[in-house]
Protein backbone atom coordinates (compact mmCIF):
# COMPACT_ATOMS: atom_id res chain seq x y z
CA UNK A 1 0.00 0.00 0.00
CA UNK A 2 1.34 3.12 -1.19
CA UNK A 3 2.10 5.90 1.32
CA UNK A 4 1.38 9.91 1.00
CA UNK A 5 4.30 11.87 1.84
CA UNK A 6 3.26 15.10 3.57
CA UNK A 7 5.92 18.04 4.12
CA UNK A 8 4.90 20.39 6.87
CA UNK A 9 7.87 23.46 7.65
CA UNK A 10 10.52 21.10 6.61
CA UNK A 11 9.52 18.10 8.43
CA UNK A 12 8.21 15.13 6.64
CA UNK A 13 5.67 12.58 7.76
CA UNK A 14 3.81 9.30 6.22
CA UNK A 15 0.43 9.16 6.48
CA UNK A 16 -1.77 6.42 5.62
CA UNK A 17 -4.63 7.15 2.82
CA UNK A 18 -7.93 6.52 3.39
CA UNK A 19 -9.43 2.94 2.94
CA UNK A 20 -12.45 1.03 2.36
CA UNK A 21 -13.50 -2.22 1.81
CA UNK A 22 -16.64 -2.98 0.50
CA UNK A 23 -17.71 -6.87 0.37
CA UNK A 24 -21.47 -7.06 0.14
CA UNK A 25 -23.51 -5.87 -3.53
CA UNK A 26 -26.37 -5.06 -2.26
CA UNK A 27 -26.00 -1.31 -1.94
CA UNK A 28 -29.47 -0.46 -3.48
CA UNK A 29 -31.21 -2.46 -0.47
CA UNK A 30 -28.81 -0.26 1.62
CA UNK A 31 -30.50 3.23 0.20
CA UNK A 32 -34.01 1.70 0.36
CA UNK A 33 -33.63 1.01 3.98
CA UNK A 34 -32.47 4.48 4.50
CA UNK A 35 -35.02 5.81 2.14
CA UNK A 36 -37.68 4.16 4.30
CA UNK A 37 -35.65 4.71 8.01
CA UNK A 38 -35.45 8.11 7.20
CA UNK A 39 -40.00 8.11 6.40
CA UNK A 40 -40.47 6.15 8.97
CA UNK A 41 -38.48 8.31 11.57
CA UNK A 42 -39.99 11.92 10.50
CA UNK A 43 -42.61 11.36 8.68
CA UNK A 44 -44.30 8.91 10.04
CA UNK A 45 -48.17 8.68 10.51
CA UNK A 46 -51.42 6.70 11.80
CA UNK A 47 -52.00 5.24 8.35
CA UNK A 48 -48.02 4.34 7.33
CA UNK A 49 -46.79 3.40 10.72
CA UNK A 50 -47.83 -0.57 10.21
CA UNK A 51 -46.46 -1.30 7.27
CA UNK A 52 -43.26 0.95 7.08
CA UNK A 53 -42.52 -0.96 10.48
CA UNK A 54 -43.25 -4.25 8.59
CA UNK A 55 -41.10 -3.21 5.88
CA UNK A 56 -37.94 -2.28 8.33
CA UNK A 57 -39.00 -5.90 9.97
CA UNK A 58 -38.49 -7.30 6.61
CA UNK A 59 -35.34 -5.57 5.03
CA UNK A 60 -32.59 -7.05 7.04
CA UNK A 61 -34.22 -10.66 6.66
CA UNK A 62 -33.99 -10.23 2.95
CA UNK A 63 -30.76 -8.75 2.60
CA UNK A 64 -29.02 -11.69 4.84
CA UNK A 65 -30.83 -14.24 1.95
CA UNK A 66 -30.15 -12.62 -0.98
CA UNK A 67 -26.10 -11.51 0.55
CA UNK A 68 -25.85 -15.60 1.27
CA UNK A 69 -27.01 -16.55 -2.14
CA UNK A 70 -23.38 -18.08 -2.72
CA UNK A 71 -23.01 -18.21 1.09
CA UNK A 72 -20.01 -15.86 1.24
CA UNK A 73 -17.99 -15.20 4.76
CA UNK A 74 -20.02 -13.45 7.36
CA UNK A 75 -17.41 -10.56 7.05
CA UNK A 76 -19.36 -9.31 3.61
CA UNK A 77 -21.69 -8.07 5.85
CA UNK A 78 -18.99 -5.57 7.29
CA UNK A 79 -17.08 -2.73 5.65
CA UNK A 80 -13.84 -1.67 7.10
CA UNK A 81 -12.96 1.75 7.18
CA UNK A 82 -9.56 2.75 8.16
CA UNK A 83 -8.94 6.18 9.14
CA UNK A 84 -5.72 8.47 8.72
CA UNK A 85 -4.14 6.94 11.30
CA UNK A 86 -4.22 3.33 9.98
CA UNK A 87 -7.14 2.21 12.30
CA UNK A 88 -10.05 -0.11 11.89
CA UNK A 89 -13.53 1.71 12.04
CA UNK A 90 -16.83 -1.14 11.62
CA UNK A 91 -19.84 -0.59 9.68
CA UNK A 92 -22.18 -3.27 9.53
CA UNK A 93 -24.12 -3.24 6.16
CA UNK A 94 -26.88 -0.37 6.51
CA UNK A 95 -29.56 -2.70 5.51
CA UNK A 96 -29.10 -3.91 9.17
CA UNK A 97 -28.09 -1.54 11.16
CA UNK A 98 -30.12 1.14 10.15
CA UNK A 99 -33.20 -0.58 10.01
CA UNK A 100 -32.31 -1.89 13.59
CA UNK A 101 -31.26 1.70 15.16
CA UNK A 102 -34.60 3.31 13.82
CA UNK A 103 -36.47 0.56 14.77
CA UNK A 104 -35.03 1.35 18.10
CA UNK A 105 -35.79 5.02 18.19
CA UNK A 106 -39.25 4.63 17.65
CA UNK A 107 -39.82 2.08 19.89
CA UNK A 108 -38.05 4.31 23.10
CA UNK A 109 -40.29 7.30 21.39
CA UNK A 110 -43.29 5.56 20.93
CA UNK A 111 -44.47 2.72 23.35
CA UNK A 112 -43.93 2.37 27.42
CA UNK A 113 -43.03 -0.63 29.22
CA UNK A 114 -45.06 -2.33 31.54
CA UNK A 115 -42.13 -4.66 32.19
CA UNK A 116 -38.72 -5.20 30.91
CA UNK A 117 -38.28 -8.30 31.70
CA UNK A 118 -41.22 -9.63 29.93
CA UNK A 119 -39.41 -8.80 26.34
CA UNK A 120 -36.12 -11.12 27.54
CA UNK A 121 -38.17 -14.54 26.31
CA UNK A 122 -39.68 -13.36 22.70
CA UNK A 123 -36.84 -11.54 22.39
CA UNK A 124 -34.15 -14.00 22.70
CA UNK A 125 -35.84 -16.12 20.18
CA UNK A 126 -36.25 -13.83 17.51
CA UNK A 127 -32.73 -12.93 18.04
CA UNK A 128 -31.42 -17.13 17.64
CA UNK A 129 -33.80 -17.13 14.49
CA UNK A 130 -32.24 -14.35 12.72
CA UNK A 131 -28.71 -16.03 13.82
CA UNK A 132 -29.50 -19.76 12.48
CA UNK A 133 -31.22 -17.61 9.15
CA UNK A 134 -27.19 -15.81 9.49
CA UNK A 135 -25.10 -19.25 9.74
CA UNK A 136 -27.17 -21.18 7.44
CA UNK A 137 -27.07 -18.26 4.49
CA UNK A 138 -22.62 -17.40 5.61
CA UNK A 139 -20.01 -19.38 6.75
CA UNK A 140 -17.38 -18.45 9.17
CA UNK A 141 -14.70 -16.10 8.61
CA UNK A 142 -11.74 -18.44 8.04
CA UNK A 143 -9.25 -16.11 8.16
CA UNK A 144 -7.67 -15.58 11.65
CA UNK A 145 -6.43 -12.13 12.46
CA UNK A 146 -7.17 -8.98 14.42
CA UNK A 147 -10.20 -7.71 12.87
CA UNK A 148 -12.39 -11.37 13.43
CA UNK A 149 -13.51 -11.23 16.72
CA UNK A 150 -14.71 -7.27 15.78
CA UNK A 151 -16.04 -8.26 12.89
CA UNK A 152 -18.16 -10.63 14.73
CA UNK A 153 -19.16 -8.84 17.35
CA UNK A 154 -20.22 -5.95 15.00
CA UNK A 155 -23.00 -8.46 13.01
CA UNK A 156 -24.02 -9.75 15.63
CA UNK A 157 -24.28 -6.59 18.12
CA UNK A 158 -26.21 -5.05 15.56
CA UNK A 159 -28.07 -8.59 15.10
CA UNK A 160 -29.56 -7.99 18.50
CA UNK A 161 -30.37 -4.68 18.68
CA UNK A 162 -32.37 -5.66 15.42
CA UNK A 163 -34.45 -8.77 16.96
CA UNK A 164 -35.19 -7.25 20.43
CA UNK A 165 -36.15 -3.82 19.25
CA UNK A 166 -38.10 -5.03 16.52
CA UNK A 167 -39.32 -7.91 18.71
CA UNK A 168 -41.32 -5.09 21.16
CA UNK A 169 -42.30 -3.05 18.05
CA UNK A 170 -44.28 -5.63 16.55
CA UNK A 171 -45.41 -6.46 20.13
CA UNK A 172 -47.01 -3.25 20.41
CA UNK A 173 -47.77 -2.04 16.67
CA UNK A 174 -49.78 -5.25 15.41
CA UNK A 175 -51.26 -5.69 19.67
CA UNK A 176 -55.13 -6.03 18.15
CA UNK A 177 -56.44 -7.16 21.94
CA UNK A 178 -58.88 -5.64 23.88
CA UNK A 179 -57.29 -2.83 26.51
CA UNK A 180 -57.87 -2.93 29.98
CA UNK A 181 -58.58 0.98 31.18
CA UNK A 182 -57.68 2.36 33.76
CA UNK A 183 -58.57 5.98 35.22
CA UNK A 184 -56.07 7.91 36.91
CA UNK A 185 -55.59 11.96 37.68
CA UNK A 186 -52.49 14.17 36.39
CA UNK A 187 -50.57 15.77 38.57
CA UNK A 188 -48.56 17.46 36.32
CA UNK A 189 -47.24 18.20 33.16
CA UNK A 190 -43.61 18.13 31.98
CA UNK A 191 -41.34 18.45 28.65
CA UNK A 192 -37.80 17.54 27.68
CA UNK A 193 -35.87 19.20 24.79
CA UNK A 194 -33.74 16.92 23.16
CA UNK A 195 -30.02 18.29 21.71
CA UNK A 196 -31.12 18.16 18.49
CA UNK A 197 -34.64 20.25 19.23
CA UNK A 198 -37.01 17.57 19.49
CA UNK A 199 -39.32 17.44 22.19
CA UNK A 200 -40.72 15.10 24.41
CA UNK A 201 -43.79 15.71 26.52
CA UNK A 202 -44.80 14.12 29.71
CA UNK A 203 -48.22 13.47 31.64
CA UNK A 204 -47.08 13.18 35.47
CA UNK A 205 -49.94 10.61 36.82
CA UNK A 206 -50.90 9.81 40.17
CA UNK A 207 -51.00 5.28 40.98
CA UNK A 208 -53.29 3.51 38.72
CA UNK A 209 -53.41 -0.49 38.69
CA UNK A 210 -50.45 -2.10 39.94
CA UNK A 211 -48.73 0.59 39.38
CA UNK A 212 -48.02 1.95 42.93
CA UNK A 213 -45.98 5.05 42.92
CA UNK A 214 -46.68 8.32 40.61
CA UNK A 215 -44.84 8.09 36.98
CA UNK A 216 -44.35 10.00 34.06
CA UNK A 217 -46.02 8.66 30.55
CA UNK A 218 -44.66 9.96 27.28
CA UNK A 219 -47.87 11.63 25.31
CA UNK A 220 -48.55 13.20 21.75
CA UNK A 221 -48.30 16.85 21.86
CA UNK A 222 -51.84 16.95 21.54
CA UNK A 223 -52.75 14.96 24.60
CA UNK A 224 -50.34 17.32 26.43
CA UNK A 225 -52.17 20.34 25.38
CA UNK A 226 -55.33 18.48 26.05
CA UNK A 227 -55.07 17.24 29.33
CA UNK A 228 -54.42 19.66 32.81
CA UNK A 229 -53.71 19.28 36.06
CA UNK A 230 -56.20 17.32 37.95
CA UNK A 231 -57.69 16.22 35.13
CA UNK A 232 -58.68 12.21 35.16
CA UNK A 233 -56.93 10.57 32.24
CA UNK A 234 -57.52 7.16 31.21
CA UNK A 235 -54.55 4.16 30.55
CA UNK A 236 -54.83 1.56 27.76
CA UNK A 237 -52.61 -1.62 29.28
CA UNK A 238 -52.81 -4.20 26.41
CA UNK A 239 -51.54 -7.95 26.64
CA UNK A 240 -49.29 -7.44 23.34
CA UNK A 241 -48.80 -9.41 20.58
CA UNK A 242 -46.25 -11.86 22.31
CA UNK A 243 -47.31 -11.44 25.53
CA UNK A 244 -45.84 -8.18 26.58
CA UNK A 245 -47.63 -5.75 28.29
CA UNK A 246 -48.02 -2.48 27.49
CA UNK A 247 -49.76 0.64 27.82
CA UNK A 248 -50.69 4.37 27.07
CA UNK A 249 -52.62 7.20 27.46
CA UNK A 250 -56.08 6.90 25.80
Known amino acids: MTK???RNGGKTKRQRPRSKITF???DWLEWLTIGFAGWFL???NADTYRWLLGILLAIPILGLLLNGLHKPSIATLVDIDLDDDGNPKYDVADFIDVAALVILIRV????EFESIYSLIIPGTIA???ILVILFLTHSLIEKSNRDKTWLYLSVIFNISLYSYAGTYAANCAYDYSEPTVYKTEVLDKQTSRGRKGGTTYYLEV???GHHHDKEKIKVS???YDIYQIGDTVEIDLKEGLFDIPWYYVH
Not at 108 to 111: A, N, V
Request: glycine letters at 0%; one cysteine or more.
Open 4 to 6: RII
Open 24 to 26: HKL
Open 42 to 44: FFV
Open 108 to 111: LKDY
Open 127 to 129: FCT
Open 206 to 208: APW
Open 221 to 223: KVD
